[in-house]
């Protein structure tokens, strides 16, 4: 399902963006009349998915060989509502998605840095790196949930 770089950015931009409505939609509840619970629901749900979407940015950032200032983009553009969207589209269209995962060292010097390497062991054993990232992400998650709410009490 994500033998690419580009499918795994996609599916997760998109995600972000159906988080979004979620939360959206939970606080329109809220105010309708639904319990504040809706909110915390919906917000935890957008909160984790923004945080492995940060994660996949940087992960296709690094295989992709963006430049600071694409991936920092990527990445903020998690912040404006619905953002990703077009942010993968501009992506896709400029060829910064295209490729396949590096997991060879080529003849290119820049495979030889350690954190290309790093990167490639990591690769080549998707499970292990699954398992990294999604502990790191809850791991994260749960600090944040115990910092409490953005300007909460």
């Given at each position: 399902m994500f033998r690419t770089p580009d499918r795994l950015f996609r599916v997760l931009a998109i995600a972000e963006a159906i988080t979004w409505t979620i939360l959206f939609s939970a606080i329109i509840a809220r105010a309708a009349g639904a319990p504040g619970v809706v909110v915390t629901i919906g917000g935890g749900i957008h909160g984790f998915v923004f945080l492995a979407y940060g994660a996949t940015a940087v992960l296709v950032a690094?295989?992709?060989?963006?430049?600071?200032?694409?991936?920092?983009?990527?990445?903020?553009?998690a912040v404006i509502p619905y953002a990703t969207v077009p942010t993968e589209i501009w992506l896709h269209r400029t060829g910064r998605l295209a490729g396949r995962w590096r997991l060879e060292q080529t003849d290119d010097p820049r495979d030889s840095?350690?954190?290309?390497?790093?990167?490639?062991?990591?690769?080549?054993?998707?499970?292990?790196?699954?398992?990294?990232?999604?502990?790191?992400?809850?791991?994260?998650?749960?600090?944040?949930?115990?910092?409490?709410?953005?300007?909460?009490?």
């Open positions: 690094l295989n992709q060989r963006w430049g600071l200032g694409v991936a920092l983009l990527a990445i903020a553009s840095r350690w954190f290309d390497r790093l990167m490639r062991w990591f690769l080549q054993r998707p499970w292990i790196l699954a398992i990294l990232l999604v502990v790191a992400i809850v791991g994260l998650y749960v600090i944040l949930l115990l910092a409490g709410p953005p300007g909460g009490k």
